[in-house]
Structures are given as structure tokens and as C-alpha cells.
């Protein structure tokens, strides 16, 4: 097939932001039920929902019945094994104090994005980013093309001087095509600019409806002879397939706002001359990527 890569439309999830456990905070104001004890003190389903969340990764691959079991069962070896390390002192260590602050700010960040800045993305301004999107975006067409892909030239003339007395395309394409989509008569569905490579999308979109190429095309792929079977204006994607990646950019902005307001208004030192350098490169980068225009497409 004649693809180029391509970007994926609207949105790039920063990865702070990316990170993030959306719902993982009031997914545990339920009842309080105790579901087993150990040693004495008890194991709640608060608790057992809490360890589902952080744990769930481990959990994915099995089936949905099996993953509160699991969980349960993870749960009473951290206890067990938790309570030994206490005996042992290791609560007390320098090194488990600073990983348990690190730990408590962490939890801290999630809550304040989920209660502060998540609250702020709401259906109705999700919706206001997609109607201010699809309105900036610039009508363009798109086409739906066959193509019988050949080794060589001289292969790609026989096939336009079949073509050229009568020759049924998809019946050639399926007998001669080297490419993926032989069997269904070389059909590529519909594309629009950008999705191929530029030789031959400059070639196909040249083409009038019902027409076949005159001259052979050359690309990587090898040498096409196209067929144009319709145009149309191209259909923007809708609501409901963009609205997941548009509230993750709202989120993103809102994000990144936030911490620049928090940051502009913050006593911020880095002593290592080294280090301070490095992160204001990567200040900057964070910096150019946010003043990039989404695009929709």
C-alpha cells in the first residue's frame, strides 16, 4: 500500500498529563465493607478498590472475575509483609521518609488535577473545541482509487494498453497486482491528501472520475497504474470520535496553564549550573510544543 506516516489528528498527550488516573479518586467513597483480616485488622473493600487502581496493570491480562481475587491476594502480601518491615524498623529509615513524602505529594498532585483542573473540562467546553476546531478547519477533497501495482514500466504499459481496449481494471488488478489489495480489485478506498505518498497521490488526484492513468507512476513501492472511481468533499470526524483526544488537549492546557501561573509566581533555584540548564531546555521545548496549532483533520 501506498502510505505515508501520519499524524494523528487533533491531539498529542503530554505526558504529565498522560500519567494521570482520571476517576481514581472518588471511585472509592463507596461503603466501607470489610472483606477479609489479617492478623486482626480488617481489609476493606475501600481498600481493595484503591489496590485494583494502583495495581491494575498487573491484573490486565486476566479474566475480570479472577481480578478482585488477585487483588485481595496482593493486598494481604503487602500487609504481611509491610508489618514485618515495621518490626523491622524500616519505617524509621532516612530513605523510606523521603520516598513516603515523595509518595504523599504524588497522591496530592493526582487529587488537585482531579478536584482543581479536570472539574474545569466539561462536556460543554469539550464541545466548544470541537465546533472551534471543525470551523477552522479548510475543505478538501478526497477520492476513492484503484491501482494495479507492477514491477516494471514495460509491465505497467501492458496493463494501460489492456485497459486502453477495453480491459476490465478490477479483473487485471486481481490477476497482475503485486500489492495487498489485489484480491479486492486494487481498491484503496477513499484518501485524502497527505495519506499517500506524493507521486502518487499527485497523480491519482490529477485524474478525472472514471479515468485510468495514461502514463505509468513510479514510486518505492514499484509502478502504478491508478483509477479514479469517485470524488468527494472530505467528512470531518465526529463528536463522538474525536471528543476523548479533544478532552485530553483541554486537559493537557488547562494543566500546563496552571503549573506556568504556579511556577511565574513560585521562588524556583537550581543550584547544579548543569542541571538548571537542561531543564530549561526542556522548559523551552514544553514551551514551543504548547504554542503549536492543533489540527484537525
Same mark, same amino acid.
Given at each position: 500500500?501506498?502510505?505515508?506516516?501520519?499524524?494523528?489528528?487533533?491531539?498529542?498527550?503530554?505526558?504529565?498529563?498522560?500519567?494521570?488516573?482520571?476517576?481514581?479518586?472518588?471511585?472509592?467513597?463507596?461503603?466501607?465493607k470489610v472483606l477479609a483480616n489479617v492478623n486482626g485488622k480488617p481489609v476493606t473493600e475501600a481498600e481493595l478498590q484503591?489496590?485494583?487502581?494502583?495495581?491494575?496493570?498487573?491484573?490486565?491480562?486476566?479474566?475480570?472475575?479472577?481480578?478482585?481475587? *488477585? !487483588?485481595?491476594?496482593?493486598?494481604? +502480601? #503487602?500487609?504481611?509483609?509491610?508489618?514485618?518491615?515495621?518490626? &523491622?524498623?524500616? $519505617? /524509621?529509615?532516612?530513605?523510606?521518609?523521603?520516598?513516603?513524602?515523595?509518595l504523599r505529594q504524588r497522591a496530592l498532585h493526582s487529587a488537585?488535577?482531579?478536584?482543581?483542573?479536570?472539574?474545569?473540562?466539561?462536556?460543554?467546553?469539550?464541545?466548544?473545541?470541537?465546533?472551534?476546531?471543525? *470551523? !477552522?478547519?479548510?475543505?478538501?477533497? +478526497? #477520492?476513492?482509487?484503484?491501482?494495479?501495482?507492477?514491477?516494471? &514500466?514495460?509491465? $505497467? /504499459?501492458?496493463?494501460?494498453?489492456?485497459?486502453?481496449?477495453?480491459?476490465?481494471?478490477?479483473?487485471?488488478?486481481?490477476?497482475?497486482?503485486?500489492?495487498?489489495?489485489?484480491?479486492?480489485?486494487?481498491?484503496?478506498?477513499?484518501?485524502?491528501?497527505?495519506?499517500?505518498?506524493?507521486?502518487?497521490?499527485?497523480?491519482?488526484?490529477?485524474?478525472?472520475?472514471?479515468?485510468?492513468?495514461?502514463?505509468?507512476?513510479?514510486?518505492?513501492?514499484?509502478?502504478?497504474?491508478?483509477?479514479?472511481?469517485?470524488?468527494?468533499?472530505?467528512?470531518?470526524?465526529?463528536?463522538?470520535?474525536?471528543?476523548?483526544?479533544?478532552?485530553?488537549?483541554?486537559?493537557?492546557?488547562?494543566?500546563?496553564?496552571?503549573?506556568?501561573?504556579?511556577?511565574?509566581?513560585?521562588?524556583?533555584?537550581?543550584?547544579?549550573?548543569?542541571?538548571?540548564?537542561?531543564?530549561?531546555?526542556?522548559?523551552?521545548?514544553?514551551?514551543?510544543?504548547?504554542?503549536?496549532?492543533?489540527?484537525?483533520?
Open positions: 500500500m501506498p502510505h505515508s506516516s501520519r499524524r494523528l489528528p487533533i491531539v498529542r498527550i503530554g505526558a504529565a498529563v498522560a500519567m494521570i488516573a482520571l476517576g481514581s479518586v472518588h471511585a472509592f467513597a463507596q461503603e466501607d484503591l489496590a485494583m487502581a494502583d495495581l491494575g496493570q498487573q491484573f490486565a491480562q486476566l479474566p475480570e472475575e479472577q481480578r478482585r481475587a *488477585a !487483588a485481595l491476594s496482593a493486598l494481604i +502480601e #503487602i500487609r504481611l509483609l509491610s508489618e514485618e518491615a515495621e518490626k &523491622k524498623g524500616l $519505617a /524509621d529509615e532516612t530513605e523510606f521518609k523521603q520516598r513516603m513524602e515523595l488537585f488535577i482531579e478536584k482543581d483542573i479536570a472539574s474545569q473540562v466539561t462536556d460543554e467546553a469539550v464541545r466548544a473545541r470541537y465546533d472551534q476546531e471543525i *470551523a !477552522a478547519v479548510e475543505p478538501e477533497n +478526497e #477520492i476513492h482509487a484503484r491501482h494495479i501495482l507492477v514491477k516494471t &514500466k514495460e509491465e $505497467a /504499459d501492458a496493463v494501460i494498453k489492456q485497459l486502453d481496449e477495453g480491459g476490465d481494471f478490477e479483473a487485471i488488478a486481481k490477476e497482475k497486482s503485486t500489492d495487498g489489495a489485489a484480491a479486492q480489485g486494487g481498491d484503496l478506498g477513499y484518501f485524502g491528501s497527505g495519506q499517500m505518498v506524493p507521486d502518487f497521490e499527485k497523480a491519482a488526484f490529477a485524474l478525472e472520475v472514471g479515468a485510468h492513468s495514461k502514463e505509468p507512476v513510479q514510486t518505492q513501492f514499484g509502478w502504478h497504474v491508478i483509477k479514479v472511481e469517485d470524488k468527494r468533499p472530505k467528512t470531518p470526524p465526529s463528536f463522538e470520535q474525536v471528543s476523548p483526544q479533544l478532552r485530553s488537549l483541554l486537559l493537557r492546557e488547562k494543566y500546563f496553564e496552571t503549573v506556568k501561573t504556579m511556577r511565574d509566581g513560585a521562588e524556583v533555584e537550581i543550584t547544579d549550573p548543569a542541571l538548571k540548564t537542561a531543564v530549561e531546555q526542556i522548559d523551552n521545548a514544553e514551551g514551543a510544543a504548547e504554542g503549536e496549532e492543533p489540527q484537525a483533520e
